[in-house]
């Protein structure tokens, strides 16, 4: 059988499947992933987290970076990968929607919130990093936008950071061990539109396999789980998926 006849076949066959997302399925709506040449690693340095507390210049630097990428954010559409994983949702099969982005796209594409499991974060609010109060990212915005550089908390004055994980900050515990729980019982694991290798994410996929599932991944360069997979497709997220899960 030809590998994508057997994918979806699996994919047909299952009443338990995770989905895992990258920032690879975000590009097809105009969001830059980390990796692909033009990426957000190619144009802007990383700020890590310790840096950010300590310094008022990174604060500025990130806040600056913030900015820039706001536009994008704020006006993308989910694209057919979004909206192939809403299709298992409807289909009853989806378990689970772990997701590395911090773009809310699949929330907007319409999926249920309860099955959200968001490892990185989301770029949609700002927090003080002393009282955890959030705001909402647009408001944080227009006021770096109306000079204030580096925001702080109106309410205890800490600093204001975007509600993601940066490098070197601790991953949210909660989400963390409900992905561990999806992984390790799903029957089918479909990754998309992640290179892999930011960690502790990347876990999730080599988990689910070793426990039993079937490993399906979707991305357009190689990843160093594609060997340990049952099956790997190179083409684009929009086309591959949807046929995927049964929706042409
Ligand atoms: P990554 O940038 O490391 O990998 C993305 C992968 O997607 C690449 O291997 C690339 O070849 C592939 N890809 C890109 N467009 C594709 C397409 N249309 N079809 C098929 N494959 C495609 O991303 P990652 O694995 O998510 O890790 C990077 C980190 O960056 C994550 O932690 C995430 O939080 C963050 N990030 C998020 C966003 C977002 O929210 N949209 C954007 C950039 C970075």
């Known amino acids: 059988m030809a590998a994508i006849a057997q994918a979806r076949a699996w994919i047909a066959e299952s009443s338990s499947i995770v989905g895992f997302t990258g920032a690879g399925i975000s590009t097809e ?45 704020r006006d993308a559409q989910a694209n057919a990968g979004h909206h192939a994983f809403l299709e298992l949702e409807r289909q009853r099969k989806l378990a689970a929607m772990i997701t590395q982005n911090i773009d809310e796209l699949h929330q907007r594409a319409g999926q249920s919130p309860d099955l959200m499991i968001e490892l990185h974060g989301t770029n949609m609010w700002a927090g003080c990093l002393e009282c955890r109060r959030r705001i909402p990212m647009e408001d944080a915005i227009r006021r770096v936008q109306e000079g204030d550089l580096a925001p702080e908390c109106a309410e205890c004055g800490g600093p204001l950071k975007a509600a993601t994980v940066s490098f070197g900050q601790a991953m949210p515990q909660r989400e963390l061990a409900r992905a561990a729980v999806a992984a390790q019982v799903c029957q089918v ?15 999730f996929p080599a988990m689910a396999k070793q426990a039993g599932a079937r490993l399906v991944i979707v991305n357009r360069t190689p990843t160093p789980l594609d060997e340990a997979a049952d099956a790997v497709f190179r083409g684009e997220i929009g086309s591959v998926l949807p046929e995927l899960v049964n929706q042409r």
């Open 29 to 73: 709506s105009g969001i830059p992933d980390f990796r692909s040449p033009g990426g957000v690693w190619a144009r802007n340095r990383i700020i890590e987290f310790d840096e950010f507390v300590r310094s008022r210049e990174a604060r500025i630097e990130a806040w600056r970076q913030r900015v820039e990428m706001w536009p994008a954010m």
């Open 189 to 203: 694991f479909l990754a998309v539109g992640s290179s892999l290798v930011v960690y502790p994410a990347a876990m």
